[in-house]
């Protein structure tokens, strides 16, 4: 059994939104711990991984980015279609895919960014071949960059398309015991599927057997706005 919870603590309000001063995110996962995930130390997150003292230097929360996107080319070319019709959407901007993947900043940049801001992030794999069509974000890929980058990443997240049967369940297994990953993200509207669907418990026996945590996409999706039909992204999935 375990328990997930999230702060976030801000001076500023929603009328006001550029007086917020720097946030706090505290991610505090209490487990029973396995084998198969040393991250775990008796039944809770080691006081480094949580750790958010404010730092000596600047006096300000340290940030704790739980679900980070992975946007250099590698990362883009999962949603990279999308990713075309959000930029003219959201910034008036007309853009090709290959100018998007040539313009994308490295993860080395990533990693400055972070560590300039004095956070730490949890960066996330995704697999949504079946529906979604565009080459996966890798479980390896992930879990490389967090090997490469421990002072920034934490740890990171699978991903595994619930449609694959028998090979999601083999590598969700994967991504706990030999990636060493926290646990699993799932975006369902791109997934196309619903966490509820019988057919899909085997995916989520498995998860409680590792004792891995997963993360269920919700609400709204960035993807699809602006598109016709939401660009075929249905929210029911939510």
Not at 141 to 152: C, L, N, Q, S
Request: glycine share 10%; charged share 20%.
């Amino acid at each position: 059994p375990f328990a997930i919870a999230f702060f976030i603590l801000s001076s500023g309000t929603p009328l006001a939104p550029g007086s917020c001063a720097p946030y706090l995110v505290a991610f505090l996962i209490i487990s029973s711990g396995t084998p198969e995930a040393p991250w775990r130390t008796k039944g809770i997150l080691t006081a480094d991984f949580i750790s958010f003292n404010l730092s000596k230097e600047e006096k300000r929360p340290r940030i704790i980015d739980v679900h980070g996107h992975v946007i250099d080319s590698e990362g883009l070319k999962t949603i990279i279609h999308y990713r075309v019709q959000l930029n003219k959407y959201l910034y008036n901007k007309e853009t090709t895919p290959e100018q998007l993947l040539r313009e994308a900043p490295t993860v080395e940049e990533m990693v400055e960014d972070f560590r300039k801001n004095n956070m730490v992030g949890m960066p996330v794999a995704w697999d949504a071949e079946t529906h979604l069509g565009g080459p996966k974000t890798s479980n390896d890929y992930i879990a490389g960059i967090v090997k490469k980058y421990p002072d920034v990443f934490l740890t990171g997240w699978g991903s595994v398309d619930p449609w694959k049967g028998k090979l999601a369940l083999q590598e969700a297994e994967r991504c706990i015991k030999e990636l060493k990953l926290i646990g699993l993200k799932f975006q369902q509207p791109t997934q196309e599927f619903h966490v509820n669907d019988p057919q899909f418990y085997p995916l989520w026996d498995l998860c409680q057997d590792l004792g891995a945590v997963i993360q269920l996409h919700t609400g709204y999706s960035g993807l699809g706005t602006g598109l016709p039909g939401g660009g075929g992204i249905k929210l029911r999935y939510t």
